[in-house]
Nanobody, 120 residues
Framework: QVQLVESGGGLVQAGGSLRLSCAVS????????MGWYRQAPGKQRELVAV???????NYADSVKGRFTLSRDNAKNTVYLQMNSLKPDDTAVYYC??????????????WGQGTQVTVSS
């Protein structure tokens, strides 16, 4: 059984910072890519940032220069440092990972979501 365990959401004023964490639990062979999506009320879920197995990071244009995605391979964990937050960043943030497990086809997993609210 593989699970993505998220933490770090909350309420912050505009201009403030938050850090989200997402850890993979369970027996895995390899994390192929891992990152964060977000979904605001009435909008589609969108990619925020992703890091590949090779360490390349990609960001949505709306967060470039403000958000930083990093990972700790030993802990199978990624961190999303969010600075200079804006009210438009308010959304439920979902961790996502494409994972290879021994003897099984690679599969994409989702976390349960964590609320980030930025007040103006």
């Amino acid at each position: 059984q593989v699970q993505l365990v998220e933490s770090g959401g909350g309420l912050v004023q505009a201009g403030g910072s938050l850090r989200l964490s997402c850890a993979v639990s369970g027996i895995i062979f390899r994390i192929n890519d891992m990152g964060w999506y977000r979904q605001a009320p009435g909008k589609q879920r969108e990619l925020v940032a992703v890091i590949t197995g090779g360490g390349t990071t990609n960001y949505a244009d709306s967060v470039k220069g403000r958000f930083t995605l990093s990972r700790d391979n030993a802990k199978n964990t990624v961190y999303l440092q969010m600075n200079s937050l804006k009210p438009d960043d308010t959304a439920v943030y979902y961790c996502n990972a494409h994972i290879s497990r021994p003897g099984l086809l690679p599969q994409r997993y989702w976390g349960q979501g964590t609320q980030v609210t930025v007040s103006s």
